[in-house]
């Protein structure tokens, strides 16, 4: 997880998922794969804070979208924490 994290911090500007409310996309190589076949991160990015939540991760051979469900569990989660942060 470190790499993946140095791999956000080093450019946070993914692209913008529709209707997730500022969570971004980072497509992840894994050896072998590249970034397209490798794995993908959904994080939230809190200005003011200096701080990113990862909020899910999968491999593009295990999932190619979010569900709606996971998109659900994502924007309650993204509340609490903009209740917590302030």
Same mark, same amino acid.
């Given at each position: $997880?470190? &790499?993946?994290?140095?791999?956000? /911090?080093?450019?946070?500007?993914?692209?913008?998922?529709?209707?997730?409310?500022? %969570?971004?996309?980072?497509?992840?190589?894994?050896?072998? $794969?590249? &970034?397209?076949?490798?794995?993908? /991160?959904?994080?939230?990015?809190?200005?003011?804070?200096?701080?990113?939540?990862? %909020?899910?991760?999968?491999?593009?051979?295990?999932?190619?979208?979010?569900?709606?469900?996971?998109?659900?569990?994502?924007?309650?989660?993204?509340?609490?924490?903009?209740?917590?942060?302030?």
């Amino acid at each position: $997880m470190a &790499k993946v994290e140095a791999e956000i /911090v080093a450019n946070p500007n993914h692209p913008v998922i529709r209707e997730l409310r500022g %969570m971004r996309k980072a497509r992840i190589s894994r050896p072998g $794969m590249g &970034k397209r076949g490798g794995g993908r /991160v959904i994080y939230y990015i809190s200005i003011g804070t200096d701080s990113f939540y990862m %909020m899910a991760a999968h491999s593009k051979n295990e999932q190619d979208d979010l569900s709606n469900e996971q998109r659900k569990r994502i924007l309650a989660a993204l509340e609490t924490i903009k209740k917590v942060r302030g």
